[in-house]
């Protein structure tokens, strides 16, 4: 295990002495105080922390900064209230309670008596600072003397949070106080709320992420305050005021994840948020964990009397946000609002952007692909009114496009009586539709028209999303056409399964011994995986991201001890928050502050249909699947800051000739003298969510062992106790220690994170690469082969063909050398005749899979009326794409 450490504060460290720029140069190591959990044995289950730190002497700091935005608060008497996260001043080390007493050597005029306007006044010298040293200045801070942590404040703060997790509701006034409470702890008294198990799980089950934003500095208590404020008035339909927006960060979010917007009811109030909010649009558009847009929100919660008055305010100050209404083919849109209310939002002016006649013409009487596409074209310019001179190059540009045509004309009559059916003109109408789908669909999936294909798949997949049409479950928009659209699919997958048969046995006769030896390669099987823990909970061993290589195979590898396994953070297994992670993921854009942390360590996607919420499994809490996820987001993270190293040594391992730049050229001879057609290597590792997908496919399959549940009960009820196998291993002892950590971090068992794949002409060129790639070893190659998976082999049965489209290719998993850690990497070894049809049987594929259908329609797909993620459509498989 490795060595327990204490996160870093969430503003960064301040740099001792002078500092210019992002110089960190004598910034402490590690945190100021230091924190240990025991159990109080007077009161049981209360928590406290003993700092390690000391005092540090009262001083000066002089920073150089850049810019007019420096990221400081400053109140009238030049003391920084905040430092936002992110900011220049946050980079540079500055904390809350320094004092600003120079800028460029001037000392700072602050005005006399309690003046309301000090600290506008030393902005303003700030900005002309800024304004007149071409962006380049300094100011000089007094910075106070550093006291011992309040250890009676922070232990207070920590059992209130602790409380806040077990409680499904509380008053108003307590997350309120909580707030401040957040706000007046120091950095390093920050730290140790971080590093208590107990106080993160109720950070995290707080009023939206409004405790997390304030404790990450992102936001101002008062901020949040007066936000709140503002809530109550709208929620008592009391009329707002300018003055009630001052100063209130309209983007707080309650548990449901409405902000302002969401709330609002009337055309007054949406006036003066509109007034407050410069980026409208963005707040606007802006979804609740059900998915509802603040707009669909504005307009569903308002009076019929109201909603006019609404509709035009919308329209003349927010048409952009209007347009994406229709773009979403919004429920609300067709549900609550009339014929010509929609006509006011339509973003022709009309009732329709286009009318349907016209769209019929191009829908019904186009005689192929490319004709049908040039019609779209001219529908789609008289949308964006005659800007687009030629087909949108993505296909959400498209689905935008179509949305808008479409809408009004399929879907605004189906709302009857309260809920969401077909009525005899939009199965009509939908059938026009089909057509024109299925023309696309045909195309794409044609060997023959490969060319004509690439001109229209972003048309065809645009469609395919218009289509979807509202999400009303259990309404389907697809219902006139439905049967006939997984009869087509299926019979274009049937086809392609009959070519790539032919092709099969046209290779198999062209090279009959080399076929042969493909055939009797292993179905699947691990090489030298150490898969100890596995067994210790009664599971199979399988391999992941973070295996150690098997003793068996350490006599093959003389300098095995150089090389690292994926190391498991320690924050993962105690339930803590690492700052520094987030504070790396926030400045790489991975996470845009704690809301986002929030929603993603609870899993929940908010797409058009709503909020996917994964939960993970029953016998995994709810506390544990939060660490889950966030470890499956760092190890993403991890992988891909390595793919380069990654794609070298796969590069170097195949033996490929690279050109001056670096690239492959291929074609070209590789290892063991197999002729490689083709090579491409992953650019980025494999997104987050459908790592995530493909995690809870692993939880589900690694807790069906009653063992591996009684294990994790056993886990689970230790942390309860504030027993943790980081800190006390001999609780669970060494291979159960193992097993329980491999469950916690079921994430590494998504071993295609990172991919390549090589093209080969024949089965002999197969054998030759594969046999040379198993001789390859880690010690003097900086790879090794792990695990084969052979869709060549002969015992595969015709089922688990089928259940792939037909596709068949020889998978190694290589343990790769990067940068000094093992990771393991997806080697995806093609026939070139197989590979060249990949691409006429991904639009089918992603039909199969339900990727153009809403979550609650993708039983359609298997006969089942039963809601299933699109990564559990059996039958739904096909070539591995990266």
Not at 642 to 648: E, K, S
């Amino acid at each position: 295990m490795s060595k327990r450490v204490s996160p870093l504060p969430v503003v960064p460290r301040p740099a001792e002495g002078h500092g210019h720029g992002g110089n960190t140069a004598g910034r402490r190591a590690s945190s100021p105080g230091q924190r240990r959990l025991s159990a109080d044995h007077g009161t049981a289950g209360k928590r406290s922390v003993t700092p390690t730190g000391g005092a540090a002497a009262i001083g000066r700091k002089q920073l150089r900064f850049k810019g007019p935005e420096s990221g400081l608060a400053i109140n009238s008497a030049g003391v920084i209230t905040c430092v936002h996260a992110g900011s220049q001043a946050a980079r540079l080390g500055v904390e809350k309670g320094w004092v600003l007493i120079a800028i460029n050597d001037n000392t700072v005029v602050k005005p006399r008596g309690k003046s309301s306007g000090g600290a506008a006044a030393i902005q303003k010298q700030l900005d002309l600072a800024s304004t007149y040293t071409r962006g380049n200045y300094t100011l000089t801070f007094r910075v106070p003397a550093r006291a011992e942590p309040d250890l009676v404040h922070v232990n207070k703060v920590i059992e209130n949070l602790t409380d806040l997790s077990s409680k499904a509701l509380r008053r108003e006034e307590d997350w309120l106080d909580r707030l401040d409470e957040l706000e007046g702890l120091r950095t390093d008294e920050a730290a140790m709320v971080l590093q208590d198990q107990g106080a993160v799980h109720g950070l995290m089950a707080g009023s939206g992420a409004n405790e997390l934003s304030v404790l990450f500095g992102e936001k101002t208590a008062s901020e949040v305050k007066a936000c709140h404020t503002v809530w109550n008035k709208l929620r008592d339909s009391k009329p707002l005021c300018t003055e009630d927006l001052r100063g209130a960060d309209l983007s707080c979010r309650d548990r449901a994840g409405n902000t302002t917007w969401h709330q609002t009811k009337t055309a007054a109030d949406l006036k003066h948020l509109l007034n407050a909010e410069p980026d409208a649009t963005h707040a606007l558009v802006e979804k609740n964990h059900a998915g509802l847009m603040a707009m669909e929100a504005i307009l569903e919660n308002s009076s019929p009397a109201e909603r006019g008055e609404i509709i035009q305010c919308l329209a003349e100050k927010a048409p952009t946000a209007a347009k994406r209404l229709w773009a979403a083919g919004s429920a609300v849109l067709m549900a609550v609002l009339t014929r010509a209310e929609r006509g006011q939002l339509s973003p022709s002016g009309g009732a329709a952007a286009v009318p349907w006649p016209d769209v019929e013409e191009v829908l019904l009487r186009s005689g192929d692909a490319l004709t049908l596409a040039a019609g779209y074209l001219q529908l789609a310019r008289r949308v964006t009114g005659g800007r687009q001179r030629g087909l949108p190059e993505e296909a959400a540009e498209n689905a935008e496009a179509w949305s808008v045509i479409l809408a009004e004309h399929c879907f605004s009559d189906c709302f009857q009586g309260g809920g969401f059916m077909h009525t005899a003109t939009s199965r009509m109408r939908l059938g026009n539709v089909w057509h024109a789908l299925e023309l696309l669909i045909r195309c794409c999936a044609d060997e023959a028209r490969m060319h004509e294909a690439e001109k229209v798949k972003d048309v065809a997949r645009g469609l395919l999303v218009a289509s979807k049409g509202p999400c009303r479950p259990p309404f389907d928009p697809r219902e006139p056409y439905r049967e006939k659209f997984v009869q087509l699919v299926n019979q274009l997958q049937s086809a392609t399964s009959s070519r790539l048969d032919s092709e099969l046995a046209q290779a198999t006769l062209a090279t009959p011994e080399a076929a042969a030896q493909v055939a009797t390669l292993p179905l699947d099987e691990l090489h030298g995986v150490d898969t100890t823990a596995a067994t210790a909970r009664g599971a199979a061993g399988r391999l992941r991201m973070d295996s150690r290589i098997g003793h068996d195979l350490a006599h093959k590898q003389h300098s095995h001890s150089q090389f690292i396994p994926l190391p498991t953070p320690p924050w993962v297994l105690r339930g803590h928050l690492d700052a520094s992670v987030i504070e790396d993921w926030t400045a790489r854009g991975v996470l845009a502050g704690a809301s986002e942390l929030i929603d993603l360590a609870e899993g929940r996607t908010v797409g058009e249909g709503g909020a996917v919420a994964r939960t993970g499994h029953a016998a995994m809490s709810r506390e544990l699947m939060r660490f889950c996820r966030l470890h499956a987001a760092w190890m993403r993270e991890f992988c891909n800051d390595r793919q380069a190293a990654i794609r070298g040594r796969i590069v170097r391992g195949l033996g490929l000739k690279l050109d001056r730049h670096g690239n492959p050229i291929v074609p070209c001879q590789a290892v063991g003298n197999a002729q490689a057609f083709s090579f491409r290597a992953r650019s980025e590792a494999k997104g987050l969510p459908r790592t995530m997908e493909k995690m809870d496919e692993a939880i589900m399959e690694e807790l069906a062992s009653g063992a591996a549940r009684a294990l994790l009960q056993q886990w689970q009820q230790l942390q309860r106790q504030d027993v943790s196998i980081a800190s006390k291993p001999e609780s669970l002892g060494g291979a159960s220690q193992d097993a329980v950590r491999e469950l916690l971090t079921p994430a590494c068992y998504v071993c295609d994170i990172n991919g390549a794949e090589v093209v080969l002409c024949s089965f002999a060129d197969m054998v030759l690469l594969h046999r040379g790639l198993l001789g390859k070893t880690l010690a003097a190659d900086g790879l090794q082969v792990v695990r084969t998976k052979n869709g060549f082999n002969k015992n595969l049965s015709q089922e688990e063909v089928r259940s792939k489209g037909g596709y068949r290719d020889l998978k190694l998993w290589v343990m790769v050398d990067a940068d000094g850690t093992l990771l393991a990497t997806e080697l995806q070894l093609h026939l070139r005749c197989f590979w060249e049809l990949k691409k006429v049987m991904h639009l089918p594929y992603e039909c199969l899979r339900g990727s153009f259908d809403h979550p609650h329609l993708l039983g359609q797909w298997t006969g089942q009326s039963k809601s299933r993620p699109a990564s559990a459509v059996s039958g739904a498989r096909c070539c591995t794409t990266m």
